[in-house]
């Protein structure tokens, strides 16, 4: 269908409709009551989960009491969804917030939305439901219309009622509907509601879960009971490729009591008791008394970033612009110029650091049903993947989502509940509640990889960079199960053992963000995918943590050779208006700060993904050499994220990224010895305490006639390169290896 | 091997029949039924599990039970009023929504609870060395200080 733009289209709009292509949508002018004054949209073209789950009542349930009930197939992981798509199905379909109830992700139940991952939520699912309920509404109006004997525009919808616009009849949803549900599809095109209209959305909405939380009702799966329900432990090897090689389970079974069963398949060894206590005294006694030998060492004779580039790689040239022969020509041979600049950047492997350990609960029913309660991202994902594990038909599998600890990515979710569901197996009849220790998820989760960028560019003589290469060497950043068994840490440690087959394509998430926004004539991008030592996957964010560090990094030392400032070099090599903006809002933030001695400010700047939010942070940092400290005094980040669901949530994503990848960046390495992680809990794998937090202000450029853009990993890269750049202001040392600690000051000269 | 014990628990007398050894933790989530005290690392590193033993906030993770039968125990469920409304600080987290996950909130209001007992007006800092050993990985550190700070506010008034 071909787009029309009248008259009224603003420029921005017009521009933004261009560059993203797909997306054609026209206004009209309010076409009957329901829409009220002001210009409704019609949108022609659903949102991609949508389009794969178009029925109405697979997104939205009218129910008799004049309330709706909302499903999605996304989890709530501590990002407020659940109060986000309850505002925008309670906007179209004119009611107030307390007639919507949600369903979070469950197989059989909510639309298959895959992982709720990348961002995408509000985008995807929250899209999604805004088109269904809108299709709700419609034909809604169109029930009443009919037996009314009216037309649909001199019908108004709202609190759960619908009113011919004289007031004098009306209609309940259960007046029209008679028990059924609404059928068919969502058809477009789909009348949206008047953006001017708005009640709920674009409003600092409060969560209601958060009361739930402090009044310390049964909120996360730690806290499910069932009547009957039995406690579990795992036991792991003492080394990363270890093997059990005895454990004496009929002397566990007279030592330990209320020992219930004790399940060896292999080296994947689990105790299940009565009572939550007597399993971890199982596990205590396994750890003293299990032997175990050792599999093959770690690699620890080389430095993390030299082993990154030296291991077997597929490369894959992700960008090549314009014409870099001159560019080679003389980085062949010839020494560094006043107009070229290089310099390597390491980022290394980082954990989800979950402060609540993994958790699930399993049930293998009396019909040989098996029945999982997770923090999983992904439950259709989960249940596939599990069929696969315990070779069952995937509809007998039933997953519910249940929140946990955030989990910032793939922790150990997937893998507890597959560890649960081994047990349950094992023990069935009865609720397995499985909860990982400490030890178990720092030693075994899923890492984000470590990462090694070498940027090369050049200027010109007015100091614009004509040349840009970026050479990535990492790891793959997800290997979320999907399916493949194989990817669940139980699945290698079984007596048939499955280990992941590696991929042979470069993932596009090792160079998310690694090609800069920046206008740059003459780009090359080559990404070294290798297999690192450790279990990797998701990790908020993915590559683009650890991209953004770099050539943000960069950018500020290229400005330094430019002798420009740093806001100034960013800007006169973005053409972007809404990447300008947000750089330009963080000078307005910070321009009545001052500057101690030992102080200094930094800035980083990203869309992520290139085609998600707008973000940009700046960071003041103190630096006090003799004393060996770093500080993050304060963070600002000004951030685009579109139209903004809930303002309130956006504020809380932001600043609690920045907080968290200021702690990814001042502290955080998952550190290994030949064996072993050797990063096992809070000591050894420190993380931010309150006495380190910096304050943080965060700055919303609000756009109500744009798409939704996916923010929750917007702040993570530019928070790291804020602070590094931030530091060199400090003290004029430019540390390129995180974490940035004070120590590394010492091996450095100031530039 | 068990014996009894009777534990004074969110002002109620509580018997329960457990290992003197067992944490104190597990018995107040698994023999009480409560969720307000969380696991996080069992090691007194994090404050998931801070309860407040008569006025002291004090992880109780590692705590033995047999340690703690002269002791008034509070946990998160016990701040709420008899008639259902919400102790200064739980109401200051709710209106600052001081949370994202929200799992490390108990440790966070526990040991403001505890701060605010000897310090009604404590400063920023005051505040952030009460807390810190709570661990927060969602980042809600800044709303936190500033619902501690709200709630010392409405406290005094």
Not at chain 1, 319 to 336: E, L, Q, R, Y
Request: charged share 20%.
């Amino acid at each position: 269908m071909a787009a029309q733009y009248p008259s009224q289209l603003s420029h921005s709009r017009r521009d933004f409709i261009k560059s993203v292509g797909c997306l054609t949508i026209a206004f009209v002018l309010g076409s009957g009551a329901d829409v009220l004054a002001g210009e409704s949209v019609v949108a022609d073209e659903l949102p991609e989960s949508l389009a794969k789950n178009p029925r109405i009542n697979a997104w939205l349930e009218v129910l008799a009491n004049g309330r709706v009930r909302v499903l999605t197939g996304k989890t709530e992981i501590g990002q407020g969804i659940r109060t986000a798509v309850a505002q925008i199905a309670a906007e179209e379909l004119n009611m107030s917030m307390e007639r919507v109830e949600v369903v979070l992700a469950e197989t059989g139940r909510t639309p298959d939305e895959r992982y709720t991952s990348g961002s995408a939520s509000i985008e995807t699912s929250g899209m999604s439901i805004r088109y269904a309920a809108a299709a709700a509404r419609q034909q809604l109006l169109g029930l009443a219309a009919r037996q009314l004997r009216v037309k649909a525009s001199q019908l108004r919808l709202a609190d759960g009622m619908i009113r011919t616009t004289d007031g004098k009849r009306q209609l309940s949803f259960t007046q029209l509907l008679k028990g059924k549900q609404l059928q068919g599809e969502v058809k477009l095109p789909v009348q949206l509601k008047a953006k001017s209209e708005y009640q709920h959305v674009g409003k600092p909405v409060r969560r209601d879960d958060i009361e739930r939380m402090v009044r310390a009702e049964p909120v996360y799966v730690q806290d499910l009971r069932f009547p009957g329900m039995v406690h579990a432990r795992v036991l792991r090897p003492t080394s990363y490729w270890g093997k059990l090689a005895k454990l004496d389970t009929a002397e566990m079974q007279r030592q330990i009591p209320g020992l219930l069963k004790t399940v060896v398949d292999g080296s994947f060894v689990g105790f299940i008791a009565e009572k939550e206590c007597q399993a971890k005294g199982a596990q205590d006694y396994g750890i003293q008394h299990a032997q175990w030998t050792n599999g093959p060492a770690l690699p620890t004779k080389q430095a993390l970033p030299e082993l990154l580039t030296t291991l077997p790689a597929i490369t894959k040239r992700a960008v090549n612009k314009g014409d870099m022969s001159s560019f080679d020509a003389t980085t062949a041979g010839s020494a560094p110029t006043d107009a070229s600049l290089s310099a390597r950047y390491f980022k290394p492997y980082l954990m989800h650091a979950s402060v609540g350990p993994s958790c699930a609960v399993a049930l293998f029913d009396q019909e040989d049903s098996l029945h999982i309660w997770t923090h999983s991202q992904g439950v259709y994902p989960l249940r596939n993947t599990l069929a696969a594990l315990l070779k069952m038909p995937p509809e007998r599998i039933h997953v519910k989502a249940v929140p946990g600890s955030g989990c910032y990515g793939h922790n150990g979710a997937d893998d507890v509940a597959a560890d649960a569901a081994l047990l349950a197996r094992a023990y069935p009849g009865r609720h397995v509640r499985l909860q990982w220790s400490r030890d178990d998820e720092h030693a075994w989760e899923p890492y984000g990889s470590a990462m090694l960028m070498q940027l090369d560019a050049r200027l010109d003589s007015e100091g614009s960079i004509t040349h840009w290469q970026n050479n990535i060497w990492s790891d793959t950043h997800s290997t979320r199960p999907g399916g493949k068994p194989e990817s669940l840490l139980a699945a290698r440690l079984l007596a048939q053992p499955a280990l992941p087959t590696p991929a042979t394509e470069v993932s596009s998430a090792i160079y998310r963000n690694g090609e800069p926004l920046y206008a740059i004539p003459n780009q090359r991008l080559d990404t070294h995918y290798v297999q690192g030592p450790l279990r990797v996957s998701a990790l908020r964010g993915l590559g683009a943590f650890g991209n953004v560090f770099a050539l943000e990094s960069f950018m500020d030392e290229l400005a330094l050779q430019a002798k420009q400032d740093p806001w100034e070099f960013r800007l006169r090599h973005l053409t972007d208006k809404r990447a300008k903006a947000v750089i330009q809002r963080t000078r307005e933030m910070i321009k009545n700060e001052k500057l101690a001695p030992g102080e200094g400010f930094g800035l980083g700047f990203a869309q992520y993904k290139n085609q998600a939010a707008y973000c940009a942070v700046v960071a003041k940092v103190h630096v006090a050499e003799e004393m060996g400290t770093i500080r993050a005094l304060h963070l600002w980040a000004a951030i685009d994220a579109g139209e903004t669901i809930n303002p309130d949530g956006l504020k809380n994503q932001t600043e609690g990224g920045m907080i968290q990848a200021s702690s990814w960046t001042l502290k955080e390495e998952v550190l290994f010895n030949e064996q072993h992680i050797t990063s096992r809990q809070w000591e050894t794998y420190p993380i931010f305490r309150f006495d380190e937090v910096p304050a943080v202000t965060v700055s919303i450029i609000d756009r109500p006639t744009e798409k939704p853009l996916g923010a929750g990993e917007a702040a993570q890269g530019p928070t790291a390169a804020a602070l590094a750049n931030a530091v060199f202001q400090a003290c004029g040392k430019r540390i390129r290896s995180l974490p940035i600690r004070p120590e590394k000051l010492v091996q450095i000269k100031e530039s | 091997m068990e014996a009894e014990f009777t534990l004074h628990v969110n002002g109620q007398a509580r018997t329960v029949r457990v290992d003197p050894a067992t944490p104190l933790l597990y018995v107040l989530r698994d023999d009480l039924g409560l969720n307000g005290p969380k696991f996080g690392c069992g090691l007194q590193q994090c404050g998931s599990c801070m309860v407040l033993l008569d006025t002291i906030a004090w992880p109780s993770c590692q705590l033995p039970v047999a340690n703690v039968q002269n002791a008034a125990i509070t946990t998160l469920e016990g701040l709420t009023r008899p008639d259902g409304s919400l102790h200064p600080v739980q109401q200051a987290f709710v209106d600052e929504q001081a949370a994202q996950c929200g799992y490390c909130l108990n440790g966070m209001v526990m040991s403001a609870v505890a701060l605010l007992t000897v310090h009604p007006k404590p400063d920023d800092q005051t505040i952030r060395n009460a807390l810190f050993r709570v661990l927060c990985r969602c980042g809600v550190h800044s709303r936190a200080l500033a619902a501690i700070k709200k709630a010392a506010d409405s406290m005094k008034s």
